[in-house]
């Protein structure tokens, strides 16, 4: 069967104002347990996140990306935990290679007077904003709360597709680790291959739990493998996000969902900005296959891992620090 696109998912019974029946809900349930055994990803819409406010992430990210070069290098990741800031482009690496692409990096912010933070416990700390746009950190600072709702209700869709009571991953996710990226793809041009330089971004899957993707009105860029092997585009749906699943609900799942892999390759005349929203377990949480997942198949395909340090195993891999 050749497969062209991903499935669409509608999350309004979970984010309707009004109460909705238990069919309906179930409904939604069946079509995103569908959509994670089969893909690992599906377009979401009925998320209730208003237009203006996915239009302007993007707008932001355009208008921060567009800065000197020397304005966003005040940012720059080593100021901080080699995590939280700026990266230019060229920074992050995929495989040993370069991935073309600039990014903003935030994650859940912990206060300076954290002990954790004190006693400078890896990827603890607060977050760089940028001043310019100004409207940059009030808006984003609302977006994240806007996304944290909205991944709180598809884990509890993706929890009774799973069979398991609504509220069950509430206790690993409401301290969601969450991490954010504003990312900017200038085109890739005959660079590609020379001096260490991979793709836009190098082929992948997500850490945690789930991504929510916004991207530009641009085809052709992001793209996903196929179970049977083969890529197809994830191009943007207006109104939708393009979702994900990663290595934790992989492992929660004990492989009856997967995280896919994905790629950008973004070529072409324009400069591509895209917002992925990671929706993650808390720091220190536990996973491993759920009791419910190994009726099925009873042989566990994961060790259990803590999330944290499954995060920081992969960003400690992702830069190649060099001396400004
Ligand atoms: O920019 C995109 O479309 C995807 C980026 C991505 O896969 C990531 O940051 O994990
Ligand atoms: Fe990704």
Not at 19 to 30: C, F, G, N, W
Not at 152 to 165: F, R
Not at 281 to 293: A, D, Y
Not at 318 to 323: A, L, M, Q, S
Request: with cysteine.
């Amino acid at each position: 069967m050749h497969i062209s696109s991903l499935p669409i998912v509608d999350i309004s019974p979970f984010t309707g104002a009004k109460p909705v029946s238990h069919e309906a809900k179930l409904e939604t349930a069946r079509a995103i347990h569908a959509a994670c055994r089969d893909f690992g990803f599906f377009y979401l819409k009925g998320h209730n996140i208003p237009q203006d406010v996915y239009e302007t992430a993007l707008r932001l990210g355009h208008e921060f990306f567009k800065l000197e070069e020397t304005e966003k290098a005040k940012l720059g990741i080593a100021n901080e935990d080699f995590a939280r800031g700026y990266q230019r482009l060229g920074e992050n690496v995929t495989r040993y290679q370069k991935d073309w692409h600039e990014a903003l990096d935030f994650y859940k912010p912990i206060p300076r007077t954290h002990p954790l933070v004190i006693n400078n416990q890896p990827l603890r700390g607060e977050n760089q904003w940028p001043t310019c746009p100004a409207e940059f950190r009030p808006f984003f600072e609302r977006y994240i709360e806007y996304m944290l709702d909205l991944g709180q209700k598809v884990m509890s869709a993706i929890a009774m597709g799973l069979g398991l009571e609504e509220n069950f991953f509430v206790p690993f996710l409401d301290e969601s680790f969450w991490v954010m990226r504003v990312i900017g793809y200038p085109p890739l041009q005959s660079s590609t291959g020379k001096d260490g330089i991979g793709v836009s971004c190098g082929e992948h899957t997500d850490y945690g739990c789930l991504t929510f993707l916004l991207q530009d009105n641009i085809k052709g860029s992001l793209q996903v493998q196929m179970k049977e092997g083969g890529w197809i585009n994830a191009d943007p749906i207006p109104g939708t996000y393009v979702v994900n699943i990663g290595d934790m609900l992989n492992i929660w799942t004990n492989n009856i969902y997967q995280s896919t892999m994905h790629r950008v390759v973004h070529k072409g005349d324009t400069y591509r900005v895209s917002c992925p929203f990671f929706y993650e377990p808390n720091f220190e949480t536990l996973i491993e296959p759920l009791p419910q997942c190994l009726k099925l198949d009873p042989v566990k395909h994961h060790d259990p891992v803590v999330y944290g340090e499954h995060l920081l195993r992969k960003v400690m891999t992702n830069f190649e620090i060099t001396e400004n």
